[in-house]
C-alpha cells in the first residue's frame, strides 16, 4: 500500500507556511514504513531539530481504480481516520531551497501516524478534528475548509496513480502546526472521538 499526502489544502495553512493556495492538489507520498506500529510512542529522530505534527483527516481507497471521475469518487472510500503527518521541517526547508526531493523531511519511519479507528463518513456527517499537545489545543479543522474535498483529490491523484485497496490518503492539515518535544503527549479528537493518543520519546 501507499500513502499520499496532500499539501497546502487549508488556505490559513498555506498562509502560515508562507504560500499561496495551489491550483491544482498538491501531493507526495510516504511508503508503508513511515506507519507508527500500532500503541508505539514516536522516538525523536536524531537527524533534525525541528520536528513538527501536522493533524490530517484520513480516508482510505476500498475499491481499486485509475482515472476515477469525480461524480464516481465517492464509491472508492467510506470510511475517515486521523493521521498524523510529521515534518522534519528543517530538512524540509533546505529541500526546499535547493530544490531536492524531500522524502528525508516527510516519508521518514514512523513518520505517518495512523488512528486504530476509521469511522463511516455517513455516520459522523460535518468533519471536525483537533489535536492537543500537552492537554492544550494547537490545531482544530473542518473538512469544510478544505481548499480541495475528498472527491477532487482522488479525480487528480488518480490520473497520475492508480490508487489501490488500502491506500491512505492524508487530506492535508490546517493551520497551528508546530513542533514536538520529548516529553510532549498528543491526542488527536475525531468529532469529539480520541482516537490518537501518543507519546513522544
Ligand atoms: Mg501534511
Known amino acids: 500500500m501507499k500513502i499520499i499526502c496532500i499539501g497546502k489544502n487549508y488556505v490559513n495553512h498555506a498562509k502560515e507556511m508562507g504560500s499561496d493556495v495551489p491550483k491544482k492538489p498538491l501531493f507526495f507520498l510516504k511508503p508503508d514504513s513511515a506507519i507508527l506500529p500500532k500503541k508505539h510512542p514516536f522516538f525523536y529522530p536524531d537527524f533534525s531539530q525541528n520536528i513538527h505534527y501536522e493533524l490530517e483527516l484520513v480516508i482510505r481507497i476500498k475499491k481499486l481504480g485509475k482515472h476515477i471521475e469525480k461524480k464516481f469518487a465517492p464509491s472508492y472510500y467510506s470510511e475517515v481516520g486521523l493521521g498524523i503527518d510529521f515534518t522534519a521541517r528543517d530538512l524540509q526547508e533546505s529541500c526546499k531551497k ?7 523531511a516527510k516519508a521518514f519511519d514512523h513518520s505517518a501516524v495512523v488512528s486504530q479507528q476509521f469511522f463511516s463518513i455517513k455516520e459522523l456527517g460535518e468533519l471536525s478534528f483537533e489535536l492537543k499537545k500537552n492537554g492544550e489545543s494547537v490545531q482544530k479543522g473542518f473538512a469544510k475548509d478544505m481548499v480541495f474535498n475528498f472527491d477532487e483529490i482522488i479525480n487528480h491523484v488518480s490520473k497520475y496513480m492508480t490508487l489501490k485497496i488500502g491506500d491512505l490518503i492524508f487530506t492535508g492539515t490546517p493551520e497551528g502546526v ?5 516529553g510532549d503527549h498528543l491526542e488527536g479528537f475525531l468529532n469529539d472521538k480520541k482516537i490518537i493518543n501518543l507519546n513522544i520519546k
Not at 508546530?178 to 520529548?182: A, L, M, R, T, W
Request: proline share 17%; charged share 15%.
Open 98 to 104: 535547493n530544490g531536492h526531493p524531500w522524502e528525508i
Open 178 to 182: 508546530g513542533p514536538i518535544k520529548i
